[in-house]
């Protein structure tokens, strides 16, 4: 455009040839030919590269805890539970020796430690537990110890005979059977509740002692201890749980199962022994009938296989099917389309039906029927 000026100013003379040469290549820029840009072609997209799974890192391998030191490991927990019960055994060990070794001196400092033990166990029980669970154990064994020193220097003393030791011996094991019955309690242990257990089999042995009975006899004892030890088993039951009272059922229950044993044997000798009176028959007629008690109540408290009428999966005849004829033919009494009029039990009264559900055991198939209920 300004060339083209400069051209139409030459033409009119406005200016003459070489200045407007001169003006020609100061302005020649607007002149030159542009160079046309290349067509760009858009870029070709990347391939897209997944990325290889990084390799999964191995867990460091977990550091050694350092090494207990000397004064660390002697210090430490465990090391003072050990020395803590091995200096149980020691005054235990010592108290034996001593009880043995020094008559004159042996009764007072027995009765003396035996009191201290008794005391502190019970005063630091909840600052220190397992402290006071150990020195009660002392205090357990010194227990015995002192018990049967005492009873050595009073035979000595009065000069008595075996009756009275087992009278004082028969004080001495119920003692023992409250205060480990408290240490169950305490110290929620049920290596007492066992032990409480044992003391009162062996308070109930002794009585047979007192009046020198025969051997029926100290089985009925024995089995009035088993029966004991069981209604024990319920209470911890309810106080914690099954679990706590296991070992004081099953201890109960070997009881009571070595107990109708003995009385078999038992009975067998006196069948063929004339001199003995039927009289102490009658014991051991007391022993089995405590024992039908201990094991309806000990199926009650834990069922098991020896009563499986007492569960659901036994298939007897409930309300609704009759009883066989010939029971109720032994009986004296009609058969019925239900229980209404059968019970295997003369004192028994008879089911009738009630709209208000209520657990009873049908007299018949030993099974609950809710539709019945006890006449009352």
Same mark, same amino acid.
């Given at each position: ?9 030459? #033409? ?8 407007? &040469?001169?003006?020609?290549?100061? +302005? ?15 870029? #070709? ?15 460091? /391998?977990? /550091?050694? %805890? %350092? ?8 210090? @430490? &927990?465990? @090391?003072?539970?050990? +020395? ?7 005054? $235990?060990?010592?108290?034996? $020796?001593?009880?043995?070794?020094? /008559? &004159? ?6 009765? *003396? ?18 402290? @006071? ?52 309690? *305490? +110290? ?14 062996? =308070? ?13 006899? +100290? ?90 009428? @007492? ?18 033919? =032994?009986?004296?009494? !009609? ?10 039990? !003369?004192?028994?009264? !008879?089911?009738? &039906?009630?709209?208000?559900? #209520? ?18």
């Amino acid at each position: 455009m300004i060339l083209g000026e400069i051209d139409a100013w030459v #033409k009119s003379n406005l200016i003459n040839n070489q200045t407007g &040469e001169v003006l020609r290549r100061r +302005y020649d820029f607007d002149i030159a030919p542009q160079p046309k840009a290349a067509p760009q072609t858009p870029p #070709k997209p990347a391939p897209i590269q997944t990325a290889a799974p990084a390799p999964k890192a191995t867990p460091a /391998p977990a /550091p050694m %805890p %350092p090494r207990l030191t000397l004064l660390q490991t002697l210090t @430490s &927990e465990a @090391s003072i539970k050990i +020395y803590l019960y091995l200096g149980a055994f020691f005054v $235990i060990a010592a108290a034996a $020796i001593l009880g043995a070794v020094v /008559p &004159e001196l042996r009764v007072p400092i027995l009765i *003396l430690g035996t009191f201290i033990f008794g005391g502190l166990a019970v005063l630091i029980k909840k600052r220190l537990p397992q402290p @006071s669970f150990a020195l009660f154990i002392v205090f357990s064994f010194l227990l015995t110890i002192t018990a049967n020193s005492l009873e050595q220097s009073l035979r000595v003393t009065f000069d008595y005979g075996e009756p009275v030791t087992a009278g004082y011996w028969v004080v001495v094991f119920f003692m023992m059977t409250v205060i480990w019955s408290g240490g169950t309690r *305490l +110290y929620e242990s049920r290596l007492f509740s066992i032990t409480a257990f044992g003391s009162l089999a062996l =308070a109930m042995y002794r009585i047979g002692d007192v009046f020198d009975a025969q051997g029926e006899f +100290y089985i009925l004892m024995e089995g009035i201890a088993a029966l004991a030890g069981l209604a024990g088993a319920s209470l911890l039951t309810r106080w914690r749980d099954e679990k706590f009272s296991l070992p004081l059922f099953l201890a109960a229950q070997a009881l009571q199962i070595l107990l109708l044993a003995f009385s078999i044997s038992i009975f067998g000798i006196n069948v063929v022994d004339p001199s003995d009176l039927s009289l102490w028959h009658l014991a051991g007629f007391l022993v089995w009938g405590l024992a039908s008690v201990f094991f309806v109540f000990s199926n009650g408290l834990r069922p098991f296989f020896a009563f499986p009428g @007492s569960r659901r999966e036994r298939s007897s005849p409930c309300p609704g099917s009759s009883p066989p004829l010939s029971i109720s033919k =032994a009986l004296g009494r !009609p058969s019925s389309s239900s229980c209404g009029g059968f019970s295997l039990l !003369p004192s028994a009264k !008879p089911c009738i &039906e009630s709209n208000a559900p #209520k657990s009873s055991a049908c007299p018949y198939c030993w099974r609950p029927c809710p539709a019945w209920r006890w006449r009352s």
